[in-house]
Every structure is written in structure tokens, then in C-alpha cells.
């Protein structure tokens, strides 16, 4: 199944111990890090990394007994929705190779969606996760900020993202989310999660009988119609299920897209100033000045969508720009916050289509950036807000999977994994 | 570049702050691309001031020694080293 290009590097890493994931097969997305196994995050900037330790996230998945086979696919640096702006090809979608498998972790969805592995994790800084699970047709959770450890993830923006799991069954990704959930002494945004059952496993009851579920008008409106479809057939097997369905608004979640992408392109043009070819990255010819020397290796090094942002991020953080843009961010930010503390005050959880359209055509979406960056309105507002989101399978659209989103109250993970579990 | 129009010199400008070199037909193209992408930021006008004051409790821990990477390691994934350290182009 080489031609999905799911994996930038196949290797197989085995566990130290058994436990809870012994006799799993699970992939990793390349922008995390793994001890002597090349790490590329995508990029030709990277592609001879080897880092020198693991992620928090892959000891404890090895210390849980499961096998790792081998480092996804991805946009560089997690910078796209598509799959596409690797530098190593794009990935398809196993449910219908011309089309694109969503991303940025495009790798991990298809490789899971195609049994390539049994599970995968991947990191979702405004949609990364649960795009590719929806245009797949897999389970991908993005936890509560802070409940997963960053420490090895390479960093692009790092308030906004988390490392998530995949899976074919919520039940599956819960398991996969017990497993990489906890306080991290070497990331200090971790925070313990307040749990009330025994293990997030536990809580794929299915039982969805008195569950509110509210529907925000911003997230369906304008989508694809197919897509919308889909959806309301899903919410209606919740409510024969039990679960209560009902309409609500919030204001702020127009402004998500832009207010996103200014955070998120600020932080990328700060965190990716440490690609200068001194400490890794390729070796370059120049003989100018260490300016010259700097911009010639990060000329060669990042491709085209990665420059945009840093670029872009540049421009935003600029003398007499920063008050317009980004400070004006940080207002969308916290009244989006605001209004899902109120909304989630009301309801249980949010339901939407987890992407307003279905998987785009290979090709199709590169050559209008803008364009690319308004399908995620219904994945990024759920980064800025902090809180917990899955995407599960609702069904098919002229063959094409379709994912339904649910959001949860910050640290509600054990309520939107119920919910999940009663579609998948 | 606020009003619109983003030129080709404006991209070069803020990419040689970024320390980013581009090609001429890259400066064009961005050029073409953040004139979209800066006027759907302009929404952002819009979003009303709002109060946020973040909860932020200091967390202190004991500064303990233990132990990093060797420098054998940690110079493993550079081009170019001399004598256990890093080697870069010269700063002026």
C-alpha cells in the first residue's frame, strides 16, 4: 500500500514492557519525536533529523507495550489542511485515492483508516487531528490544552496544540488517550484531568439517553449541503438514542478563522527562527554573513506555505501592526472562549459537520491559500477556546466519509467520548 | 499594505526581517496572496474589546541537577562542529 504515501519513514520500534497496548501497532505522526528514528515534521529542513530522545507521548505508548511502526506523513510543520505542502509527496485518502486524506496529519488518518496500523497519534493545533479523521473516515480526539504533554512536539503554535489520538472506534481512541493522558513534569501546561470514571475507555458506554446536545448555527451554515445531510441523519440516530438536539448561537465563531490564523502564524514566525542551519538542518554553500547564511538554508530548507506564514506572522507581530492584528486576535480569542464557557453552560456538548466540505481533489486547494485556510472555520475555533473535540464518522456522501464534531466543556473528555461512542 | 495593495518590495521587506530569502517570483505571488490574506484580516476590526486578565498561579519546583544530553549528542544532528561546538557562518 505504498502508493498512500501514509509514511515518511517506516521503522518498527518495540516496546520495553507489556501493558495496555500490548500487540498494537501504532504510527506517529513525524512532527514528534522519536530517539534515533528521523523526525522530518515534512520539511527538507529536517529531513536528515534524528532527535536524540522521545516525546513524552512515545515512551509512555512503549511503556504501555504497543509497537511502533513507523513516522506519518504530514503538511510541514503541520502547516495545511491537506496533506500537501509536505516535502515528501502528498498522502491520499484510502476511501478514494484521488482525493486528499485532510490534515495536517494526513499520515496518521490514513494509515489507521487503511489498517496500515491499528492506531495512530497525531497533533492538532486547529484541526490537524480531527480534519484528517473526518475526510478518512477514523475517530480523532483533540484533547483539553493541556492534558496530553507537548514535550518533543515540535513546536508551531504552541498555545494553541495538543497530540491526539486516532483510531477506527472511539472506544479504540480512548484507550489510545488513557494511555498518553497526564501530568508531564517537562511540560508545564500539563495539568492532572478531573476524571470521574475509572478511564476514558470506561466512558464509551454509548449511552447517550438525556444528553443535550446543542448545534451552533455558525458551524452548518454555508456548508456543503451533502455534508449537512449527513450530519442531521447522524444527529437524529442520537436522538432516537436519547439524546436531546437543540439550535444555539454564538456571535463570536465568524471571527474564529482569522483570529486563528494571526495567533497562529505570530507564533510559527517566532518558534521557527530556530531552523538556522547551525544546529541542524541542511548544509548550505553561502559564504555570506551569519544573515545571509541564515536566510539562504531556510530559503532552501522550507517550502512555500511555511514561508506564507512566517512571513505573514512576521508582518502581524510588526511595529504598528501588533494592535491591529494581533492584539485584536487575542480579543476574538477570549470573547470565543467566553461564548462556548456560556454555551456549554446550557448544553452537554456542541455538535457540528467537522469540515464544511467533502475531501477535496489532489491539487485542488494549493493554489488559493485563503481559500485553504476558511475550511477549517469549524476545527480552529475549538484550539482557540482550549477545549476538548472529537470527530467521529457520521456517515458517507457520494462514497466520501463525513465526520460529525463534538466539543466538549474543558476537560469534559469522558462526555464527548460518550456521545462519540454511540455513532462509532 | 493595510489599504489593499501588498508590492512585491513589501514581501522582500518583511521576509528579509524573518531572515527568509525568496525568489522574485515568490515576492510576487506572496504579494498577490497577503493583500487577500491581510484584507479578510481587517474583520478583526470588528471583535470587540474584551476583558481578559488570564488566572496565572507561579508554579516553583526544586532546581535539582540531573543529568542532559552529552555534547557528543547534542552536536550529532549539526552540519558542521569544531571542538565540541557548533560552527556558524561569521556575524559580521
Redesign the interface.
Known sequence: MNELNAFVTRETVDPGEEGALSGATVAVKDNISTRNLRTTCGSAMLAEYVPPYDATVVERLLGAGATVVGKTNMDEFGMGTTTETSAFGPTRNPADPDRVPGGSSGGSAAAVAAGEADLALGSDTGGSIRCPAAFCGVVGIKPTYGLVSRYGLVAYANSLEQIGPFAPTVAEAAELLDVIAGVDERDATTRAPRREGESYAAAASGDVEGLSIGVPAELVEGADERVIETFETALSELEAEGASIEEVSLDSLSYAVEAYYVIAMSEASSNLARFDGVRYGPATESDGNWNEAFAAVREAGFGEEVKRRILLGTYALSAGYHEKYYEKAQDARAWIAEDFDSALSEVDVLASPTMPVLPPRLGESLEDPLRMYLIDANTVPVNLANLPAISVPAGEAEGLPVGLQLIGPAFGEETIIRAASALA | ??DGAVTSEE?RH??????????EE?ADR?AA??A???E??E??????????EPELVN?M?EDVVREG?DRE??L?????SEDGY???????
Open positions: 499594505m493595510s514581501v518583511v521576509a528579509g526581517l524573518a531572515r527568509v530569502s525568496l525568489t515568490e506572496f496572496q497577503f487577500d490574506v491581510l479578510a484580516f474583520r478583526l476590526d470588528e471583535v470587540p474589546d474584551t476583558e481578559r508554579v519546583r544530553l549528542t547534542a550529532r544532528n549539526a552540519p558542521e557548533f560552527r556558524g557562518p561569521p556575524v559580521s
